[in-house]
């Protein structure tokens, strides 16, 4: 049907409508449509029918086919009023004002029509597959099932919604949800009823490198770091002087390696890492090393090969290269937007002499995060809830966490779509999207391929460590504060829990990180 054509129906159909009562000036008249340009100019085609901007589709019938099963049908014409018609076009009928009346169609394709009521209008009790209920909304309760019964996160099962009318409960358009065809987590928003899978790739950890300067060999380097966002250190790279066996460390030190050249009690030593070195080239310690660092702060770095002494013997592991700077101790050797890497030290194995400007040639691996504590939280929870809001598309890949032992942990993410609030009881309103078994006082559970959260979306986070309490979080951060917010999510509080789904156990302030990347 042209649009001309479809325009010139739908007046005649509202001049008939408003002849039989059914439509009063001003009032919504519900014209079916199939696309937006079988409606006048100025109004969209929603949920089947024309609507203008600001006007509400749901009021009318549920239609899930194009044919018009909103008022009576027809198997060869447009049907408006009440009954039915086999061929042709009936604009008018008449009701009785305190009974309902239906008829049915004999030809293919024909719906159930009912009218109530003295406005004389009617609509069908439309039923797809997926479980139809069989009600017709003629004399039963608002929200009594109808029509399809199946349900989803974007398309709610069937409910009436006044008498005759039985509607079909879409989510409105960008909603956030879950049972996407690529799994929960990796969802876009609904669309036309549909959830869709989203198009946000995985993308891979930002690099920071050195250049991978040569001239000098020896057993490590110590250098400062400085942050300008939030990140979280995962790999570290280095450049080997020779190939064998060899095992490396990496130590931090807070607030910069200033004054701390020959104290090892100042540095924190991370796992020693065993590598047969097999080529005189970049090389990736294959470790995750986990390192935060917050915006605005420093953090001291030491790489270096535990074997090698610089004594002059012969070596039992790979030395380093680096290079000698032609600047001072604390001047950028390389930056980014994120992170600067400061001319340093080499260094004797382990805390011994140290050779002023020099460069370390390496590399480090980091994820952009959100820092929502400063490990100052007294309160041991075994479970923690927090809302993220999107800015923009992300997708988040781990949470890091502040616990109370060194032991290996266990412990579960569970995602919703929409705030944790109202939900922390229910298991059904939840998707778990990792489970680690992770050691140290500061586990980061991954989340792989991760959770993307669309722009504008609010989700639900609930971080679970079965067992004794052990999670840290903040007994004064009351729900709905803003623990942290960059250029792409915000997060709130949430409440510590008890067991898994177990209840509430008061506030309880996530104290960690959540590592985000926008998508591309």
Same mark, same amino acid.
């Given at each position: 049907m042209v649009r001309g054509t479809w325009q010139r129906w739908t007046i005649a159909l509202g001049l008939a409508l408003a002849a039989a009562g059914c439509a009063k000036s001003g009032e919504f008249v519900c014209i079916p449509c199939n696309l937006d340009d079988d409606c006048a100019a100025g109004a969209f085609c929603r949920k089947r029918y024309c609507v203008s901007p600001g006007e509400d589709p749901t009021r009318c019938p549920a239609r899930t086919s194009g044919t018009d099963s909103s008022s009576g049908s027809a198997s060869g014409g447009a049907s408006t009023g009440s009954g039915s018609s086999t061929g042709g076009s009936s604009t008018a009928s008449s009701s009785d004002s305190s009974a309902s009346s239906s008829s049915s169609s004999s030809s293919a394709g024909s719906a159930s029509g009912s009218s109530s009521g003295s406005s004389g209008s009617s609509?069908?009790?439309?039923?797809?597959?997926?479980?139809? @209920?069989?009600?017709?909304?003629?004399?039963?309760?608002?929200?009594? %099932?109808?029509?399809?019964?199946?349900?989803?996160?974007?398309?709610?099962?069937?409910?009436?919604?006044?008498?005759? !009318?039985?509607?079909?409960?879409?989510?409105?358009?960008?909603?956030g949800c879950m049972d996407c065809p690529a799994g929960p987590g990796q969802c876009e928003a609904c669309a036309s009823g549909a959830c869709q899978s989203s198009t946000c790739p995985s993308t891979p950890p930002a690099s920071l490198n050195t250049g991978f300067p040569t001239g000098n060999t020896g057993a490590g380097n110590m250098f400062d770091v400085v942050a300008s966002a939030d990140v979280m250190v995962n790999t570290i790279t280095v450049l080997p002087a020779a190939t064998g066996p060899s095992t490396f460390e990496v130590w931090t030190t807070d607030d910069g390696i200033a004054g701390k050249l020959d104290d090892a009690g100042a540095w924190s030593a991370h796992a020693p890492i065993n590598v047969d070195v097999t080529a005189v080239a970049p090389l990736a310690l294959?470790?995750?090393?986990?390192? %935060?660092?917050?915006?605005?702060?420093?953090?001291?770095?030491?790489? @270096?090969?535990?074997?090698?002494?610089?004594?002059?013997?012969?070596?039992?592991? /790979?030395?380093?290269?680096?290079?000698?700077?032609?600047?001072?101790?604390?001047?950028?050797? /390389?930056?980014?937007?994120?992170?600067?890497?400061?001319?340093?030290?080499?260094? !004797?194995?382990?805390?011994? #002499?140290?050779?002023? #400007?020099?460069?370390w040639s390496g590399a480090i691996s980091y994820t952009p995060t959100l820092t929502t504590g400063t490990w100052s939280a007294t309160k041991l929870a075994q479970g923690i809830t927090f809302d993220i809001t999107a800015l923009s598309d992300v997708r988040i890949s781990n949470i890091g966490l502040h616990v109370g032992?060194?032991?290996?942990? @266990?412990?579960?993410?569970?995602?919703?779509?929409?705030?944790?609030?109202?939900?922390?009881?229910?298991? @059904?309103?939840?998707?778990?999207?990792?489970?680690?078994?992770?050691?140290?006082?500061?586990?980061?559970?991954?989340?792989?391929?991760?959770?993307?959260?669309?722009?504008? #979306?609010?989700?639900?986070?609930?971080?679970?460590?079965?067992?004794?309490?052990?999670?840290?979080?903040?007994?004064?951060? /009351?729900?709905?504060?803003?623990?942290?917010?960059?250029?792409?999510?915000?997060?709130?509080?949430? #409440?510590?829990?008890?067991?898994?789904?177990?209840?509430?156990?008061?506030?309880?302030?996530?104290?960690?990180?959540?590592?985000? /990347?926008?998508?591309?």
């Open positions: 609509s069908a009790s439309s039923s797809s597959s997926g479980g139809s @209920t069989g009600t017709t909304c003629s004399a039963v309760p608002e929200g009594t %099932p109808c029509g399809d019964a199946t349900e989803s996160d974007c398309n709610r099962a069937d409910t009436c919604q006044g008498p005759g !009318v039985c509607a079909s409960n879409l989510e409105v358009d960008g909603t294959p470790v995750d090393l986990a390192i %935060p660092i917050a915006a605005g702060t420093t953090k001291g770095f030491y790489v @270096t090969e535990a074997h090698y002494d610089d004594g002059g013997g012969s070596a039992a592991g /790979a030395k380093l290269k680096y290079a000698t700077s032609a600047t001072a101790v604390g001047t950028p050797a /390389a930056a980014d937007s994120a992170l600067t890497i400061d001319v340093g030290y080499g260094t !004797v194995y382990p805390f011994g #002499q140290t050779f002023a #400007q020099r460069t032992s060194n032991v290996n942990h @266990t412990v579960n993410v569970y995602v919703r779509a929409g705030s944790y609030a109202g939900f922390e009881n229910d298991a @059904t309103a939840w998707h778990q999207v990792a489970s680690a078994r992770l050691p140290g006082f500061a586990p980061r559970v991954p989340i792989d391929p991760g959770v993307v959260i669309p722009a504008g #979306q609010t989700y639900g986070f609930y971080v679970m460590m079965p067992g004794t309490p052990l999670i840290y979080a903040y007994t004064a951060t /009351a729900a709905g504060t803003l623990l942290g917010a960059n250029n792409l999510i915000t997060i709130t509080a949430g #409440q510590s829990e008890l067991g898994t789904f177990g209840g509430n156990d008061g506030n309880g302030g996530l104290d960690g990180t959540v590592a985000v /990347a926008p998508c591309p």
